[in-house]
Each structure stands twice: as C-alpha cells, then as structure tokens.
C-alpha cells in the first residue's frame, strides 16, 4: 500500500473556479503536510504546509486537513492559468524528517 | 531566501562512467536529501544526511553512494552509471529545529545516459 495517494488527474477546470485536490496518507502517526507545485520541467516549490486539523488559509489557496479521515486537500479559488501545473503532496513522519510524496495531480486552468 | 543549488541542470554520460552531482545549500540546515523523480513514480528517495558524514539509505540506495564532507555540501556518486539511472535529480535540505522541516528544493539535474 502506497504511504501517500493521490489522484492523478489530469484535472481541468476553467479559470476563475475552485480546482479542489485530494490526498491521503496510510500511516496515523503522520505529523505534518504540505502541498508543492511542480511546473513541467522545474523543481517542486512549496505552496502550503499544515500540522493541525482543520482549514490553513494563505491567499488563494486553503490547505483542509483531517487527521481522523487521514485526508489532506488543497483548495485554489480563482483558478488561473498560471495555476496549470502538478501538485505534490506530502507528508511527514518525523522520522528523521522523511518526507513521502504522492505522485501528483496535474492541474490545467483553461482560459 | 532559501537557495540550493546543484552542479549541473544536464548532464549526458556513459555506460559505466561514475558520475558525480552535487548539492549546496546556503541557509546552515542540518537535513539535505537527494530524490529522483520519473514519470508516474513520483519522488523516490535515494539517501539522506542529518548531519556532516551521516548518511542514511533510502527507498532506493541500489547503485548509489552519497558523501558529506561538509554541511552545506550534499553530493550523490553513480558509481558506475547505467542507462536504467536515466532521472530528473533533485536535491532538497531542511532545517532540524522547530519543527520547521519543509524540504526545499534545489532546481534538478536531467541525466541522460547513454
């Protein structure tokens, strides 16, 4: 069983909506999470991390986390095309600060 | 800022070449990792270091080593580079304290081996 899933997508919403993406984890002693995104061909780049229930707001973008559930999510409101790009979840164990990443969910604004 | 960078963004080698990349980061974090990402198995592990000449294997070690000599300093050896090692590498680091470990990334090196 893979430690962190996430739908693969691709994802298309047009520009101006909520692009919503999901994510769980396997292991209950997972302590901390973050979203990347990843442009085609570049390096991941943090957009989000949360360590408690509930919502983290930071612009446009609402990081959900529900421990209970073991579900993660990010929220992108006003999508834009410059949004288009795959998000990559993580999660981390606090062992020794391992991180597991999903394989990400590719996401297409269309103008 | 955080910066980490890496030797080279594209490298093309051999069959049985040893290849070196290297990683530095600039912002003292104890924690640096070096990951290779292909298509639809996302980031995989290959090692990581806590502290200067500690290492520690990840989910795939096989073919690799790793050297910390210093704690900026994170390199990654294909000891003898096949063609199945053909990746985007990526080198992160994070911070040990606080609980701030974000891993943050340096910019990926494209290897081709041929």
């Known amino acids: 069983q893979k430690e962190v899933e996430q739908n693969s997508g691709p994802l298309s919403v047009p520009e101006g909506a909520i692009a919503s993406l999901n994510c769980t984890y396997s292991?209950?002693?997972?302590?901390?999470f973050f979203w990347y995104r990843q442009y085609s061909g570049k390096s991941p780049e943090l957009i989000m991390s949360?360590?408690?229930?509930g919502d983290k707001e930071d612009g446009r973008f609402t990081a959900q986390l529900n421990k209970a559930s073991q579900y993660v999510s990010l929220l992108i409101r006003d999508s834009q095309p410059s949004d288009s790009a795959t998000y990559l979840c993580?999660?981390?164990?606090?062992?020794?600060?391992?991180?597991?990443f999903g394989t990400g969910t590719s996401l297409t604004v269309i103008p | 800022d955080v910066k980490v960078t890496q030797s080279s963004r594209y490298l093309v080698k051999r069959t049985g070449e040893k290849v070196f990349l290297e990683c530095v980061q600039d912002?003292?974090?104890?924690?640096m990792f070096w990951y290779r990402q292909d298509p639809g198995l996302g980031l995989r592990l290959i090692y990581f270091?806590?502290?200067?000449?500690?290492?520690e294997k990840g989910d795939i070690p096989e073919g690799y080593s790793v050297s910390r000599e210093k704690k900026e300093r994170f390199s990654l050896i294909l000891e003898s580079a096949s063609t199945n090692q053909t990746s985007m590498y990526l080198c992160?680091?994070?911070?040990?304290?606080?609980?701030?470990?974000?891993?943050?990334f340096g910019p990926g090196t494209r290897l081709l081996v041929l």
């Open positions: 992160a680091s994070s911070s040990a304290s606080g609980g701030q470990e974000t891993q943050y």
């Open positions: 292991d209950r002693g997972s302590q901390s």
């Open positions: 949360i360590y408690s229930n």
């Open positions: 993580a999660v981390s164990q606090l062992r020794g600060n391992q991180f597991y």
């Open positions: 912002m003292d974090h104890e924690n």
């Open positions: 270091s806590y502290d200067v000449k500690m290492k």
